[in-house]
T-cell receptor, first 111, second 113 residues
Framework: GENVEQHPSTLSVQEGDSAVIKCTYS??????FPWYKQELGKRPQLIID?????GEKKDQRIAVTLNKTAKHFSLHITETQPEDSAVYFCAADSSASKIIFGSGTRLSIRP | NAGVTQTPKFRVLKTGQSMTLLCAQD?????MYWYRQDPGMGLRLIHY???????AKGEVPDGYNVSRLKKQNFLLGLESAAPSQTSVYFCASRPGLRNTEAFFGQGTRLTVV
């Protein structure tokens, strides 16, 4: 079945440095790739998404890249701040309209 | 406009008891989903629906049943709860199009003892 793998599971970076989270997916029919941020005790919320007709999308300090040939997509956060500390999930929209999530990355920002 | 609302927020069940979790959305969304979240395992899809009267299995459907009798509601049932079903359950909905954002409810923390 469809599968989304996410790495790393935990990531600790110095405040001001960049963070990168990587995902791979298995369903070649997937064409929508959202990223969600979940703060402790809260619901997941969308921070950025990308569709398969583009290779990169940027929104202020957050960017996502997509390589459809390799079935890879990545989240890049630059100039990290304490409020970036959270769990981040990648996901892929399958051909059956399912949304399959990766296992999550716990990002910690060190002061 | 409340978005996606889950009922209840917390529940403790004894092994073998049954219960129903309710997800209600007021955004006229076609697609609805039920996920469970366990530490280190992300969000795993239990069941989903692409419209009123339809349901389909996700990644981990065993031990759960669902119904979508009304477009705005998606019910998740546990017929005979087991400790392995202790988890945080999230409902999500999105418009009837792929490539659109899914909105999540606030979650239900279920403990089975």
């Amino acid at each position: 079945g469809e599968n989304v793998e996410q790495h790393p599971s935990t990531l600790s970076v110095q405040e001001g440095d960049s963070a990168v989270i990587k995902c791979t997916y298995s369903d070649s029919a997937s064409n929508y790739f959202p990223w969600y941020k979940q703060e402790l005790g809260k619901r997941p919320q969308l921070i950025i998404d990308i569709r398969s007709n583009v290779g990169e999308k940027k929104d202020q300090r957050i960017a996502v890249t997509l390589n459809k040939t390799a079935k890879h997509f990545s989240l890049h956060i630059t100039e990290t701040q304490p409020e970036d500390s959270a769990v981040y999930f990648c996901a892929a929209d399958s051909s059956a309209s399912k949304i399959i999530f990766g296992s999550g990355t716990r990002l910690s920002i060190r002061p | 406009n409340a978005g996606v609302t889950q009922t209840p927020k917390f529940r403790v069940l004894k092994t073998g008891q049954s219960m129903t979790l309710l997800c209600a959305q007021d955004m006229n969304h076609e697609y609805m989903y039920w996920y469970r979240q366990d530490p280190g395992m992300g969000l795993r899809l239990i069941h989903y629906s692409v419209g009123e009267g339809t349901t389909a299995k996700g990644e981990v459907p065993d031990g759960y049943n669902v119904s979508r009798l009304k477009k705005q509601n998606f019910l998740l049932g546990l017929e005979s709860a087991a400790p392995s079903q202790t988890s945080v359950y999230f409902c999500a909905s999105r418009p009837g199009l792929r490539n659109t954002e899914a909105f999540f409810g606030q979650g239900t923390r279920l403990t089975v003892v």
